[in-house]
């Protein structure tokens, strides 16, 4: 978002941000839109801007309508380990692929936009389960239509995607880069190597506070308190990851960005289509694994669950009271995890009175090694906490 915005536009857009309502909401973006100048460099902020009113709009109609009457709400509560949606577009074979990895029945069928509403089921992987949901197409050709507007609020609240394509659309690879252009233009980042900034607002913070492991792409951060202050943030906690030029950090004030792990399933191989994995791998994310399954003919279908588990960034810990055998239902918690941590997962007191732990597993030298609470734990650890 290259914007170069007078100073007017930029008033408008920080009173947008700092209105609470959606009704507030929208009357300031009418007016950010309208004092907007229309050149090449305001392009994609008008894009987003027409699209957040659009969302905005819908917001408060469904709002209307569920006083009278109870509106249709898309979302699924979470349960297992992880959710991990089906995203991708019409007929790619999304609803085939949740009928052979979970338990769940969906209605399947040669014609698009089969799939209305979203549907769980549990994928076992190992002794854990992860929720898998399919969900109602992307459709690639009309980024701004209200049912993408749902299928992304479903990516957006999930631990990862499951991109899912196949080789018997139109054309594969054109069809593989709209998709991830539409989930990057949504605010949705599937690799590490993009930047994501986060601008937490906060009386409680002093100034503007930096923090995180990204890099300030040719931008000091007085730029970015300057840059910020024309927005009237003075007091925020920016949170930076990967590469971020100042431009990134603009757009991070009025719309958010979210890092997802995500898998590329390139389904129906069975129909051919292998000769086209050089090319997708081109366009696709270097960390983004690509895997070639066919939901009909079985192929690579077991290895999603490892790959998926690998993807999320999780390892399983079981702990256990000594004497006694280990917990067998493992904590999942996010790779890099101390010990510490875990105690605080099972209990506050725990943690509080923490004195040392033994561990057995990958994380140490010989098993049952006493450990202190900084101790990063590994995955499939085993953990008796002394306290
Ligand atoms: N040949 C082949 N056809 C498949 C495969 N997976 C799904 N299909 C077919 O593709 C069509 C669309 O499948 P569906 O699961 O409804 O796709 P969705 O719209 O992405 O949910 C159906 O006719 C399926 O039988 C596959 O692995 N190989
Ligand atoms: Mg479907």
């Known amino acids: 978002m290259p914007a170069n915005l007078p100073a007017e536009a930029r008033g408008k857009l920080a009173k947008y941000s700092e209105a609470r309502t959606p009704e507030e909401k929208i009357r300031a973006l009418e007016e950010f839109i309208s004092s907007v100048p229309k ?7 008008m894009h987003w801007a027409r699209r957040r009113l659009a969302e905005l ?22 349960s297992g380990s992880a959710q991990a949606v089906l995203i991708g577009p019409p007929n790619v074979g999304k609803s085939s692929l949740l009928a052979k990895l979970t338990n769940a029945k969906p209605e399947i069928s040669p014609y698009p936009y089969t799939t ?22 992307l459709n690639i050709e009309e980024p701004e239509s209200s049912m993408n507007n749902k299928v992304i ?9 499951l991109i899912v394509l196949s080789p018997d659309v139109p054309e594969p690879v054109e069809t593989a880069k709209k998709t991830l252009q539409l989930l990057e233009e949504r605010g949705i ?28 792409m040719g931008f000091t951060e007085d730029d970015l308190r300057k840059l910020l202050s024309e927005y009237r943030i003075y007091n925020a906690v920016v949170e930076i ?6 431009d990134d950090v603009e757009s991070a004030i009025v719309t958010s960005r979210v890092y997802k792990p995500a898998l590329l399933l390139f389904n129906k191989v069975d129909l051919g289509g292998e000769g086209l994995l050089p090319e997708l791998r081109a366009v696709v994310p270097k960390d983004v694994p690509i895997i070639p399954v066919s939901a009909e003919r079985g ?21 256990k009271n000594p004497n006694k055998e280990p917990d067998p239902n493992p904590l999942v918690v996010k790779r890099g995890s101390s010990v510490l941590e875990v105690a605080e997962m099972v209990h506050k007191s725990l943690a509080e009175n923490f004195k040392y732990a033994r561990v057995w597993g ?10 202190g609470g900084n101790h990063v734990l590994e995955d499939k650890d085993i953990v008796e906490i002394h306290a």
Do not use: C, W
């Open 189 to 216: 980042v599937i690799s590490r190597a993009m930047g994501i900034v986060r601008i937490k607002r906060s009386r409680e913070v002093e100034g503007i506070r930096v923090v995180g492991g990204g890099r300030l």
């Open 153 to 161: 609020g479903l990516a957006r609240n999930a631990d990862a995607l």
């Open 116 to 137: 209305k509403m979203p549907l769980p089921g549990m994928l076992p992987f190992e002794d854990i389960q992860i929720q898998l949901v399919d969900t109602p197409p």
């Open 241 to 246: 990851e990967g590469d971020v030029t100042l």
């Open 362 to 371: 990958k994380s140490v030298k010989y098993p049952g090694q006493r450990v």
């Open 57 to 78: 709009r819908e917001e408060v109609e469904l709002r209307k309508r569920k006083k009278v009457g109870g509106g249709l709400q898309i979302f699924v509560e979470k």
């Open 299 to 319: 192929d690579n279908l077991r290895s999603i669950g490892g790959a998926l588990f690998k993807a999320l960034g999780v390892i399983r810990v079981y702990t």
């Open 39 to 45: 050149h090449k460099g305001t392009e994609n902020l």
